[in-house]
Each structure stands twice: as C-alpha cells, then as structure tokens.
C-alpha cells in the first residue's frame, strides 16, 4: 500500500506533489491525535475537499454485511444524512467502484446513467462532476471516498492519483478505528448486561429474604406445643418426631440463608468480608453437610470416606456452602440409585476434597465452561441453574482454594476442591 502511494504522489507536478505530502503526513497525524472518530472523519473530508478543490467530499463505509454503503461523513451535503443515506453496493456510482475497487470519474452526472440518485440527498440539483476512488484495506473494500463539483470539471490523472493516495492512506485507518470502535462497543454492551443481570440477581436474592423469615416464623408456630405442666406426654414419640421436623425444617431454612448469601456473593468481583480462615476438621464438616442434605439424598446412595482427623485451612461457612454445591450438583445429574461419594485426603500437603457421582460425566470441553456464570449442560436427569458451580469456585477462590472436574475411573464426574492442610494427624 505504501508503494502504491508513493507511485501516485511521484506522478504529480512538484508542486501539488509537496502540497499532498503535506495533507497525507496531516491525516496520519489526525489519526492518533483526533479526540473522536467522528472528529477524525469529518477532518479527513474536510481537508479532501480542499485538497482537491471541489465543493463537495464524501466518505461512504461499507457495511458489515456487505450489502450498502452508508454515509460516515460528508462536507457539503446535508449532514444530518450522515449514518442515514444508504447505497446499495454495486449500484450508483458509489456501490460500482466499491465493486470493481476502481475509479471512476464522471464528468456530467445528469447525463451518466450510473448516477444514482439517493433520498434525502438530491446531489442532480447542484452537483456537475464527481470522482470516486474505493478504500480498500488488505484487497477487502473497506468503503469509497467522494468529491463533486458544482461546475463541470474533467477530473485528471493527477487528481485521480490525489485522491487515491488520500484513500489508500485512510483505509487502514478507518478499518482499525471500526475494529476498535465495534470492539469498545461490544464491550460496553456486555459491561451494561452484566451489570442489568448482577443488578436483578441481587434484587431477587433480597427478595427472597422475607418470605425466608415468614416461613421461619410460621415453622416457629407450628412448632409450638402445649405445656405439659408436670405430666408426662401420651405420644412422646410423636412430639419427638415433630421436634426433629421443626429442626430440620430450620436447617432447611438457615440453608437457603447461605444459599441466597452465595448468590450474592457469586456476583461480586470480590466478597465484602474477608474469610475467616482456620483450621477445620474435614471429616467433622463433611457428616454435617450430609446430615443437613438427607432429606435431598434420599434416592441416592451416599459413602463419605477419608483420613481421620485431617484439617484444612478454610472459611468454614463458605467450605460448607461449596459442598453443599457440589453434593447438590451430583444429586441433579446423577440417576437415582446411584451412590454419591465424598472422599478427603491428604495430597503433598494439600486436602483433597472430592465429590463424585455415576452420572453421565461432562465432556472435556465443557470441564472449564461448567464454571462459567449461568453456564448449563442440560441432561435428560436434570436441568441445572447454572449458578452453583460458578458460586462454588468463587467462594473457593476467595479463600484461597482451588477446584476442578476430572472424570472418574468409570464414569461420572469427580469435583475436587484443594484446600491447604492445617494439621494432618
């Protein structure tokens, strides 16, 4: 491209020579201090129309679509068209050199049929002559650059070379700047999308707070019996059995506390509170999750096995909640029946806590992407949230753990969160 300017510089007298050596050495200059796209665009027609002595210049890009043409500046026509006047590529003027990547030159537009007449635009009425040279960056048209006149004009070798050179130089100019600009605005969008889904999920989590304490308060009430003022009762086995049901039904509610407490947390770049880490007895923890979840392991086997008296440094509220996760996740895919187990050990220095179950495992290419937020691998045994694996990773993540998927021996999947030993006995 650098060649090819250069050999349509060096074909104009020495005079017009410099002077366009001094508007292509201006442009390269706008393209890195020009505040704004906009700013740069409209220089750039600017000091072409000037350069080239005419009346009017435009600047048409082409579409992503490859299908129009679309003012993105002009000096002289009716700027409020800018992004609105459209020709179809391969039609008019304009739509031809973007095709052929040629120029075209026309000395009487009234009389050309290949003069397309655009709404909102009008040119017949005032325009005489027009030259049009493609930008084309990499032999992709990137869009076409347009000067006209009033008066009649035959536009020479010399202007048409001008004006070649000026658009070979703003090709990769402009292309780089809608790289740049598409990409900051896809950014922005997803910025704005993640900002309106944390925002919902954070109002629906708060929520859920007050029918969680209603419930609280109605369990509370259907929990309470009648005295019994020194007599011993005639069905203790039942108040029993109901006292064990009011506990339970706490537990429940105290979960989907932590629960609610873990969304919120998943959705921060980083939790409000630093964790409190200390030294927790593994095994102690693990028979208390799963003592919490029997009634949600009540059609799956369930064999918990490891090191006696092992302890990690952990968060022991935010340990619990990611095996909770993680035990609930392979009650959802794993079929009925089946055995899920929970195993611990000690790994050079490191607990290992895994949970695995029989089901039907997760390709490699999703062990990354089952992490992600709202990331979810439908089965015929269950659809997930796409929420608990995310949130579990982040709470292991904020105190320092780490946690994977690896496939089975047989088959099924297999979460291990590794966590530092603390004393290993």
Known sequence: MVRRMEDRVEGLPGTDQLEQLRFLHEVARLATTARTWDELLETV???????????????????????????????????????????????????????????????????????????????????SSMLSVPLSWHDQTVGVLNVQTERPRDFSPPDVAQLSAI?????????????????????????????????????????????????????????????????QSRDLERRQTRAAWHHATLEQIERLDRLVDSILASVRVVPDDDPAVVPVDVEALVHEVLMSLRPLLGHHRVAAVGAQRLHA???????????????????????????????????????????????????DEWRERIFEPYARRDTHTARGSGIGLYAAKRLGESMGARLWCEPTRTHGARFVVALPAAVAI
């Open 167 to 231: 658009a070979d130089l703003l090709a990769g100019i402009v292309e780089k700047g809608r790289q740049q600009t598409e990409a900051e605005a896809r950014v922005e969008a997803l910025k704005a999308i993640d900002e309106a889904r944390t925002e919902l999920i954070a109002l629906v989590t708060h929520e859920l707070r007050t029918p969680l304490a209603v419930v609280r308060a109605y369990a509370d009430l259907l929990a309470e019996e009648p005295g019994l003022a020194g007599r």
């Open 45 to 127: 027609v600017d000091g072409t129309r000037d350069a080239l002595h005419a009346d009017v210049s435009s600047l048409y890009l082409l579409d992503r679509d490859g299908a129009y043409l679309t003012l993105a500046a002009t000096n002289g026509l009716d700027r409020f068209q800018i992004g609105r006047a459209r020709v179809p590529f391969g039609e008019g003027v304009t739509g031809r050199v973007a095709a052929a990547q040629q120029p075209m030159a026309i000395p009487d537009v009234k009389a050309d049929p290949r003069f397309l007449w655009v709404r909102g635009l009008d040119q017949r009425r005032f325009v």
């Open 313 to 363: 440094l952990a968060d022991p509220p935010r340990l619990r909640q990611i095996v909770e996760h993680l035990v609930e996740n392979a009650v959802k895919y794993a079929p009925s029946e089946t055995t899920i187990s929970v195993d611990w050990s000690l790994v050079e220095g490191i607990v290992h806590l895994g949970v695995s179950d029989e089901g039907p495992g997760i390709p």
